[in-house]
Antibody, heavy 121, light 111 residues
Framework: EVQLVESGGGLVQPGGSLRLSCSAS????????MHWVRQAPGKGLEYVSE????????FHADSMKGRFTISRDNSKNKLYLQMSSLRVEDTALYYC??????????????WGQGALVTVSS | QSVLTQPPSVSGAPGQRVTISCTGS?????????VHWYQQLPGKNPKLLIY???NRPSGVPDRFSGSKSGTSASLAISGLQAEDEADYYC???????????FGGGTKLTVL
């Protein structure tokens, strides 16, 4: 059974930093691209970041560029999101998401339960 | 403003058929990138409903169907049931942004 379990969320002040982790199990982690998607309270889904299966290629949405960094450790089956210069508008539930197939743009077939990040003074 | 445009809400009575549109542009849906659909039940995480424009993952009822034409895609739900009440999101890839994009979401109300 595929499982994605996020951790590392919490309350942080504006301008602060936080690192989210996602522990993956039930599939060959090193073969799949992984993603982060966020959802602000009462709002829709917003795409955050992507990392290729080998970690060479990464993408961050425009509003996160220069502030967020996605990474992975295939030896530990873990995905990370390092967030810095956090803003109030970054407050959201952050989902760890698995690509459906080993190629790209095939849809997201498994979603974690999410890690809540609250940015507030 | 989302890159993919969905109606904020749709509604229908039990047993009826509803459709949810997803309008993009020449840099995403119109560039022949696949469209995927997700269902998010209240308080739950999103679930893949349709992938590759028209395909249903195992376990998704055939009451749900997807289509795509030009710069738009649609999700159709027939034989509406109370448990279909949820938020629905379309998803595709945009080459001008070099990344995935979501629609703003559509809230389905079963009357």
């Amino acid at each position: 059974e595929v499982q994605l379990v996020e951790s590392g969320g919490g309350l942080v002040q504006p301008g602060g930093s936080l690192r989210l982790s996602c522990s993956a199990s039930g599939f060959t982690f090193s073969r799949y691209s992984m993603h982060w998607v966020r959802q602000a309270p009462g709002k829709g889904l917003e795409y955050v970041s992507e990392i290729s299966s080998n970690g060479v290629y990464t993408f961050h949405a425009d509003s996160m560029k220069g502030r967020f960094t996605i990474s992975r450790d295939n030896s530990k089956n873990k995905l990370y999101l390092q967030m810095s210069s956090l803003r109030v508008e970054d407050t959201a539930l952050y989902y760890c998401v698995k690509e459906r197939e080993t190629s790209s743009w095939t849809g997201f077939d498994y979603w974690g339960q999410g890690a809540l990040v609250t940015v507030s003074s | 403003q989302s890159v993919l445009t969905q109606p904020p809400s749709v509604s229908g009575a039990p047993g009826q058929r509803v459709t949810i549109s997803c309008t993009g542009s020449s840099s995403n849906i119109g560039a022949n990138y696949d469209v995927h659909w997700y269902q998010q039940l209240p308080g739950k995480n999103p679930k893949l409903l349709i992938y590759g424009n028209t395909n249903r993952p195992s376990g998704v009822p055939d009451r749900f169907s997807g289509s795509k034409s030009g710069t738009s895609a649609s999700l159709a739900i027939s034989g509406l049931q109370a448990e279909d009440e949820a938020d629905y999101y379309c998803h595709s890839y945009d080459y001008s942004l070099s990344g995935s994009v979501f629609g703003g979401g559509t809230k389905l109300t079963v009357l």
